[in-house]
């Protein structure tokens, strides 16, 4: 069975980005009903990191193994990217794709078919949208 509760390992950041995901962990870890607990270990196999990558994409999230037995994983986020497209919300966006890139981890796929709010959405507003919404949270509640 999946679980909700994992740690993960910052790799390479300053105290800044440590910041970001401590945020980006919290939005997770305080949504009601989900039991959702993401926790920071320095000897967690999954990790978290960022960097100026000369890619496209904001977040990236890679798992290997199989989700629910011995399932680990990645995330990146571009600083790069993130810094060229978010004008003045800067802030807003890297909070808005790091929690999206936990949310995978959470078992959650890009872009569900909902027209409702959701954090996993490509096409969501990075400025306003930094948390799980309640889709997102029910989801999750679905899932596990």
């Avoid at 980006?24 to 607990?37: D, F, H, I, L």
Wanted: glycine share 6%; net charge positive.
């Amino acid at each position: 069975m999946p679980k909700t509760t994992f740690n993960v390992r910052y790799v390479a950041v300053n105290d800044q980005w440590t910041q970001h995901f401590n945020d980006s962990r919290a939005r997770w870890n305080n949504t009601s009903g989900t039991g959702v607990s993401i926790g920071k270990t320095t000897t967690a196999a999954a990790t978290m990191t960022a960097s100026r990558y000369n890619e496209s994409w904001y977040g990236l999230y890679s798992p290997s193994g199989v989700r629910g037995i011995n399932r680990v994983f990645s995330i990146k986020i571009n600083a790069r990217t993130l810094s060229d497209n978010a004008g003045g919300n800067l802030t807003a966006w890297i909070n808005s794709t790091s929690t999206h890139e936990l949310g995978h981890a959470l078992s959650l796929s890009d872009n569900p078919d909902t027209t409702k709010a959701s954090l996993m959405k490509h096409s969501r507003n990075r400025t306003t949208v930094i948390k799980p919404q309640a889709y997102d949270i029910s989801e999750v509640k679905r899932i596990y």
